[in-house]
């Protein structure tokens, strides 16, 4: 079967940096996706990546490794703005996207 | 551009009701999805389009129907509502697939009592 992976809560504190792993077995591979979704709304895009290696989108930064089926996603310089769920979701070899539960991650003044 | 707009934001059914989930998108979209989403579970695919007037199933697609007529609509019919379809409904849609990211809706609360 098919799964994602992810820790289900972490903390945090402002002005740190936090990674947050996702590890993953999925029909075939087609790119690897990371949303945020505060409470109550929708999720928002943050971060795709296809070929391995780091893609860096100002405080945010996102890893794969293909090889290991792993990404994380790094938030530096926390706010407590971010205090949400990280979604991490891949699409496999239909084209689908397959979505981890989520990490929620609560940051602490 | 108002995006992706879902309608109802909440609705309450009873047992063996039915109703439509309204989804639109002025994005010119060509890709839409209804995703559920429960509790500490992952966001879960019930139907796609990948284009008007074609339709196909995701992952739990039992219980729903969708059409969609236009590019920018894409409802979600609910037959004979069970407790199991209590979940928060989110609507997407993307220009293609492969790298183009999913654009949400703000979601629909459904309780099933």
């Known amino acids: 079967g098919q799964n994602i992976d992810q820790p289900t809560e972490m903390t945090a504190t402002e002005g740190a940096i936090v990674q947050i792993n996702c590890t993953y077995q999925?029909?075939?591979?087609?790119?690897l996706f990371w949303y945020q979704q505060h409470a109550g709304e929708a999720p928002t895009f943050l971060s795709y990546?296809?070929l391995d290696g780091l893609e860096e989108k100002g405080r945010f930064s996102s890893f794969l490794s293909r090889s290991k089926g792993y990404s994380y996603l790094l938030l530096k310089e926390l706010q407590m703005k971010d205090s949400a769920s990280y979604l991490c979701?891949?699409?496999?070899?239909?084209?689908?996207?397959?979505w981890g539960a989520g990490t929620k991650l609560i940051i602490k003044p | 551009n108002a995006g992706v707009t879902q309608t109802p934001k909440f609705r309450i059914l009873k047992i063996g009701q039915s109703m439509t989930l309204q989804c639109t998108q002025d994005m010119n979209h060509n890709y839409m999805y209804w995703y559920r989403q429960d509790p500490g579970m992952g966001l879960k695919l019930i139907y796609y389009?990948?284009?008007?007037?074609?339709?196909d199933k995701g992952e739990v697609p039992n219980g729903y129907n969708v059409s969609r007529s236009t590019t920018e609509d894409f409802p979600l019919r609910l037959e004979l509502a069970a407790p199991s379809q209590t979940s928060v409904y989110f609507c997407?849609?993307?220009?293609?697939?492969?790298?183009?990211?999913?654009?949400f809706g703000p979601g629909t609360r459904l309780t099933v009592t």
């Open positions: 997407a849609s993307s220009f293609e697939t492969g790298s183009y990211e999913q654009y």
């Open positions: 999925t029909s075939g591979f087609n790119g």
């Open positions: 990546n296809v």
């Open positions: 979701a891949v699409r496999d070899s239909n084209y689908q996207l397959i």
């Open positions: 389009s990948v284009g008007a007037g074609i339709t």
